[in-house]
């Protein structure tokens, strides 16, 4: 009962009056919020210092000195495993990187995403929170690459969270087409032991405004630079009709005909985030914001921001910021060492 309560007051506090009134989505997988219960203004907590992950280090499973963490594989070992699935399946380049995206909003980047049976013995993880349930893909890949290093590198090495970081980069160079994404990711995370269905509320959601965006971005040590960049990754994807049926009749016209007849009536009908470049990696997002061609309140939230304009007219500038914020996001609340709620685990779906 304690726990439960916890969570609602948890809920509230991230709840503003305008996700009270009508039926706004809250969050990608989640179904609207209406009741009004849960009307009260919003708390706003004071914004968490910048991640620094100084005990991170670009090349950590190079390093023979430590021979607990080595295995020189580990990163050319997670490319070929990223690259065989999304030579299969592009869309799964979209799904890692969304699932690297909402394991780093909750509970910093552990892993716990992964999990589905914790230390505790809980089975409500964040894989069945109303944002991840029925929506993240992809984790059979990490799967896969987490057992051949183990195989590889003579033990139980390599973490869970660092193989998600490294997948993300790689689904994200592969998806360019070419661009400036071989940037270096840090590593040394450990795996959390916990996760909780009920703690992902702390996801941004694509029905949120600017300034909702900005303070969910922020709780994490994150600024608005930050989350207009890193907005970019809605580029790639696909969405359910569900979360944009309401904003068609606001949105470029030719576009939301377009929508209408893929959707047909049909909450559950998936389309393209990005109608333009469907499966490329690149910043035409940005000129889609500033154009009214994207499907989110919270991509069209963007719309006045300049930074949108300016990565709309300078695709290396954006990639440059790309990389840069997904080593940033990389580092929000890492755990650095074993203890009694960090390990290395032996199976990223569960707690040793």
Not at 5 to 13: H, K, R, S
Not at 52 to 73: A, H, K, M, T, W
Not at 295 to 321: C, G, H, I, M, T
Request: contains cysteine; glycine residues 8%.
């Amino acid at each position: 009962m304690a726990a439960k309560l916890a969570a609602l007051v948890t809920l509230l506090a991230f709840v503003s009056p305008a996700a009270c009134l009508g039926t706004n989505v809250c969050f990608v997988g989640w179904l609207p919020i209406v009741s009004s219960l849960l009307c009260s203004p919003r708390l706003r907590s004071r914004p968490s210092p910048p991640p620094s992950g100084s005990e991170l280090r670009v090349g950590y499973y190079g390093d023979s000195n430590n021979q607990n963490s080595y295995c020189p594989s580990a990163e050319t070992t997670v490319r070929r495993v990223v690259e065989d699935a999304i030579f299969q399946d592009r869309g799964i380049g979209a799904a890692l990187i969304r699932l690297f995206f909402h394991d780093c909003f909750v509970r910093g980047c552990d892993a716990s995403v992964l999990l589905n049976t914790t230390n505790s013995k809980n089975s409500d993880t964040e894989r069945e929170g109303p944002p991840n349930k029925d929506s993240l893909r992809g984790f059979e890949v990490i799967d896969t690459a987490k057992e051949k290093l183990n195989a590889e590198c003579n033990g139980n090495k390599v973490s869970c969270a660092d193989i998600l970081a490294f997948a993300a980069r790689d689904a994200s160079k592969i998806l360019s087409g070419g661009g400036n994404f071989s940037f270096p990711m840090p590593a040394g995370r450990y795996d959390g032991r916990e996760s909780f269905a009920d703690e992902t509320d702390q996801l941004p959601g694509p029905g949120s405004n600017f300034q909702q965006l900005e303070q969910k971005f922020m709780d994490q040590g994150l600024d608005a630079n930050d989350m207009i960049t890193l907005s970019g990754a809605h580029t790639i994807g696909r969405a359910r009709c569900l979360f944009f049926k309401d904003r068609l009749s606001s949105m470029d016209a030719a576009l939301a005909a377009k929508l209408r007849k893929e959707c047909n009536g049909n909450d559950d009908n998936r389309v393209d985030q990005d109608s333009e470049t469907p499966d490329v990696l690149d910043s035409q997002y940005y000129r889609n914001v500033i154009g009214n061609k994207v499907l989110f309140a919270s991509d069209d939230a963007l719309r006045p921001a300049k930074l949108a304009d300016d990565y709309a007219n300078n695709r290396v500038s954006w990639e440059s910021a790309f990389a840069k914020a997904m080593v940033k996001m990389g580092n929000v609340g890492v755990r650095t060492r074993p203890d009694s709620n960090s390990e290395i685990r032996k199976q990223c779906w569960s707690a040793n």
